[in-house]
Each structure stands twice: as structure tokens, then as C-alpha cells.
């Protein structure tokens, strides 16, 4: 029988749009956990399957946004704001599956020190992941833990910031006193929020011994599309970046890495990750020049539609991007779940006064 630990102080936070299969597991994966969590807490981009429907009937809390205002930053400091009263806040994307009882609790486990603001876990590939997508999640996600400090930054530059939201846990105090998410940044807010906590003096840990299922399967369009969103990244936040360092070299050390392990294993898929890296440096470089692109180019290479909307021009777009502190302030909502259960509060629809 699975121990249960009540957590009152932990919001487990998911973004969703159409999950798809994997959405039940998700589902069974967190409820299986030994930690309960005070907030399990659903932010819909507006899906047309039913991932809706089986997160209300699991019991989870949901709000739903239109899809053209969903933003990596902005959406999960909604998030935030929306569980302001929970000192930890976990972040999990709707295809990072836990497979283990404890992987919460292992994970929670490593902001027990005071000066840890912020721990990932590791991502252990699908079975059916290719031999290519396995070298990326060994290679990313070794199995060895480590802790990272403002030094390491000033070491090896930006690599050291390196974290991820598909599997996170977050000291909201220490999110709050960096300013939390950013707001509008098209990808990479983990590893963006990751570096400003290390420059402030925080700690952050890479917990080996806490895994989530997770791995992808990407066309080549969508791994060019996908590099060019982290080349306009490494262009929009370069003076960031400039601070702490690049990571270019860092990209060498991986293929050689990966030509070594498909060596050993199978030589005949070299021609594709060799394919595979020409069309990610492509991607990089031609996002890293966006500024010379017409707006219209950028919006159709780019996987994250809503970024290249420059100026709010909604309400919902206004609240959702600058008035979300305002809204909220002074950190005292509270949200009755019944008003969550058993339809789906629409962001959209009402101030959040009317809802407090």
C-alpha cells in the first residue's frame, strides 16, 4: 500500500492543449504519487478533444484560455498567480508521465535546502524512442544529480543554467523575487527563469533520482521550426545571454557525443543525425537573424504562433500579458473550487474580481 503525504503547501500545475493519449496516463501517473498535493491545478489552451472532460472527471481544477494567448512565460506566471498561496509550485507538460509513486516526493525532496530555488527532474525516453531521441534524454538527463550555483554560471556560461518545466518544482518565494516568469518570451523560460535564480544567489538542483516518462518524435520541419524558436531566444534575450555566456561550443561536445553512441549501436542512422543537425544549425541561425525577416515569415516558421502578435489587442491578450499582477494584488485570491467543478472557469469571460 502507497503511503499518502498531505501537502497543503504544493501546487501541481499542467499546461494542456488536445493531450491526446497520453492524457490518461498523465492523470494516473499524478494521482498514483505519494504526495497529495493542496492545488492540482489545469491550464487549458481552449482543446477540442476531451482533455477537459477527464480532467474535471479526475478531479482537477481548470481554466481555460484562448490558444492565440497561450505564451511559455506569461501562461505559467498565470499559473503562479493563480496559486499564489502555495509555497512550491510543480510544473509538469501534459506528455511527462510518472511512472514512479515517489517521483514527487523525491523531487519536493531536494528544496528542503533553503537556498534551493528551484529543481528538475530526469526524463526517461518512451520505449518506442528512436536510438537518436535516447542519446538526446541520456545526454541531457544523465544519471547523475548535480547542483548548480551562481559560480557555475560564471564557469561554463549558460549551459549551467540549463533546466526544464516539462518536469519542475519551484520555491514560489523564490520565483516571486526574481519576478517570476517572464511575460512574452517565445521559448526556453525555464532555463531563462533558471539563470535569473542563479544570478540572485539561489541554488539548482538537477535531481537524477526523480524521473517522468518523456521524449518526442520530431519531423524535420518541426525540429527546424523548433531551433528557429531557440535562435530568436538566443537573439531577444542576448543581453542576458552576454552576461553569463554562450552556449555554442556546448552544441560540439553533444554531436560528437551522439556520433560515438550511434557508432556502437547503429552506424547506418549517422546520415540522419547528421541531417538532423545540419537542419537544427540551419534553424538556430536563421532564428538568431529574425529582426531581418518579415514579421509574416517569422510567424509561419515559428511552432509558437502567439509570440509574433506584438502588441495586445484583445482584452483578454491585455489582461492575460499586463494585467495579471495588477489583478491579483494584494496575493489574496482564492478560488472556491466550486466554482471549478463541474464546468471550466473561461478566463476570458469575466474579470478575475468577478471570480475571487
Known amino acids: 500500500m502507497i503511503k499518502r503525504i498531505s501537502r497543503p503547501d504544493v501546487a501541481v500545475i499542467v499546461l494542456t492543449r488536445n493531450a491526446g493519449e497520453l492524457w490518461e496516463q498523465w492523470i494516473e501517473g499524478v494521482q498514483r ?15 477540442s478533444d476531451q482533455t477537459v472532460q477527464q480532467a474535471l ?9 484562448a490558444a492565440a494567448t497561450f505564451n511559455h512565460g506569461g501562461t505559467r506566471q498565470l499559473a ?17 508521465v510518472l511512472d514512479e509513486p515517489d517521483s514527487l516526493e523525491l523531487l519536493l525532496a531536494q ?5 534551493v530555488g528551484m529543481a528538475y527532474g530526469r526524463h526517461i525516453p518512451h520505449s518506442q524512442a528512436s536510438l537518436i531521441e535516447k542519446h538526446a534524454r541520456s545526454y541531457t538527463y ?44 517565445i521559448v526556453s523560460e525555464d532555463s531563462y527563469v533558471s539563470a535569473r535564480l542563479l ?26 521550426r523548433r531551433y528557429f524558436d531557440i535562435g530568436v531566444f538566443h537573439a531577444s534575450e542576448a ?3 552576454r552576461g553569463i555566456g554562450k552556449p555554442d561550443k556546448e552544441a560540439w561536445v553533444y554531436v560528437r557525443s551522439l556520433i560515438s553512441y550511434l557508432s556502437e549501436r547503429r552506424k547506418r ?9 545540419l537542419v537544427k544549425l540551419i534553424g538556430f541561425r536563421v532564428g538568431k537573424l529574425y529582426q531581418y525577416l518579415p514579421a509574416q515569415w517569422c510567424q509561419t516558421i515559428s511552432l509558437q504562433k502567439a509570440y509574433w502578435q506584438a502588441e495586445p489587442n484583445t482584452w483578454e491578450h491585455s489582461w492575460l500579458y499586463g494585467e495579471v499582477s495588477k489583478a491579483l494584488a494584494p496575493k489574496k485570491l482564492s478560488v472556491p473550487t466550486t466554482l471549478l467543478k463541474p464546468s471550466v472557469q473561461v478566463l476570458s469571460s469575466k474579470p478575475m474580481g468577478a471570480i475571487s
Open 33 to 47: 504519487q505519494t504526495i497529495q498535493a493542496g492545488r492540482y491545478l489545469v491550464i487549458d489552451s481552449s482543446s
Open 57 to 65: 472527471a479526475a478531479g482537477l481544477e481548470v481554466y481555460s484560455i
Open 80 to 96: 503562479a498567480e493563480l496559486c499564489h498561496g502555495a509555497e512550491y509550485l510543480v510544473f509538469l507538460t501534459q506528455d511527462a
Open 111 to 115: 528544496l528542503t535546502d533553503a537556498k
Open 142 to 185: 544523465p544519471e547523475t544529480s548535480a547542483v548548480r550555483s551562481k559560480a557555475d554560471l560564471e564557469q561554463v556560461g549558460f549551459r549551467a543554467a540549463f533546466s526544464s518545466d516539462v518536469y519542475a518544482a519551484y520555491r514560489a518565494n523564490a520565483l516571486r523575487s526574481i519576478g517570476g516568469f517572464p511575460e512574452h518570451i
Open 199 to 224: 544570478l540572485a544567489g539561489w541554488t539548482v538542483v538537477y535531481a537524477a533520482e526523480s524521473a517522468v516518462r518523456h521524449s518526442h518524435q520530431y519531423s524535420l520541419l518541426q525540429i527546424f
Open 239 to 241: 543581453t542576458l545571454l
Open 269 to 277: 542512422l549517422l546520415w540522419l543525425a547528421a541531417l538532423q543537425t
